[in-house]
């Protein structure tokens, strides 16, 4: 699962994660601060400046994810 | 878990997950369609209009997904 991610390291920040997206530079970039707060970065081109960024507590984070990730389900 | 996430069946096209993302009328728009692929919208303030958007495949998003979430872990 590797495969696609680029994980750097941010001494004193956190971890950065970024997903390509396939073509045209388009990425999300996630940086996980040391006290669980997520940044979300979207780009939806090359460039260095992000299209969008949000800051999501790790709640937020774990209900985007779960959507994302299909395992998202009501009670 | 269903708390601050609104969810709307779009006929014919899948199904719209709302993330609130606290004040401000920031947002995460996830439309994940009926052939697994997924739209992801951000929204940094309460306009109609998306910051960015990004079309995820269904790998994808489950990378993107585990990230948030906190579940993704390397081999």
Redesign the interface.
């Known amino acids: 699962?590797?495969k696609?991610?680029h994980?750097q390291e941010l001494p004193g920040v956190g971890t950065r994660?970024d997903?390509a997206?396939?073509g045209g530079g388009?990425r999300?970039s996630?940086v996980?601060s040391r006290d669980g707060k997520?940044h979300?970065y979207?780009f939806?081109d090359a460039g260095d400046e992000?299209?969008?960024?949000?800051?999501?507590?790790?709640?937020?984070?774990?209900?985007?994810?779960?959507?994302?990730?299909?395992?998202?389900?009501?009670?």
Chains 1, 2 share one sequence.
């Open positions: 699962m590797g696609g991610v994980i994660y997903v997206l396939g388009r999300v996630i996980v997520r979300l979207v939806e992000p299209d969008a960024v949000v800051e999501l507590t790790e709640e937020q984070a774990r209900k985007v994810g779960a959507v994302l990730a299909g395992t998202y389900f009501t009670d």
